[in-house]
C-alpha cells in the first residue's frame, strides 16, 4: 500500500472527523496517524497518515471533498521503507 500524508480542513464540530475517518475508509484507505495541527475561523485544519492500495489518490480525494464542509489542502507522497 502506498501512504500519503493530507492536510484538510474539516468544520470544528462533533463528528467531523468521524465523517473524515469513515471516508477514507470508505475509499480502501487506512489510517495510520492523525495530527490536529490548529482551528482557524471555526475549521480545524489536520494531517493525516493515511496508506491506500495502489498510487491513485483521486478517488481518496473525490469522496472527503463530497463530506459538507471539508477540503483536502494538500496531498503528498511518502517514500516507502
Known amino acids: ?3 500519503f500524508q493530507l492536510e484538510i480542513a474539516l468544520p470544528d464540530r462533533p463528528g467531523s472527523l468521524g465523517a473524515v ?14 495530527n490536529i495541527l490548529r482551528n482557524e475561523n471555526g ?6 497518515l493515511v496508506a ?3 498510487s491513485d489518490t483521486t478517488d481518496l480525494v473525490n ?3 463530497a ?3 471539508v477540503e483536502v489542502l ?6 516507502s521503507n
Open 63 to 65: 469522496v472527503l471533498n
Open 1 to 3: 500500500m502506498a501512504q
Open 74 to 79: 494538500s496531498i503528498k507522497p511518502l517514500q
Open 52 to 54: 491506500i492500495p495502489g
Open 43 to 48: 475549521r480545524g485544519i489536520d494531517q493525516i
Open 21 to 34: 475517518a469513515s471516508a477514507i475508509g470508505f475509499a480502501g484507505g487506512d489510517i495510520k496517524s492523525i
Open 67 to 69: 463530506i459538507g464542509g
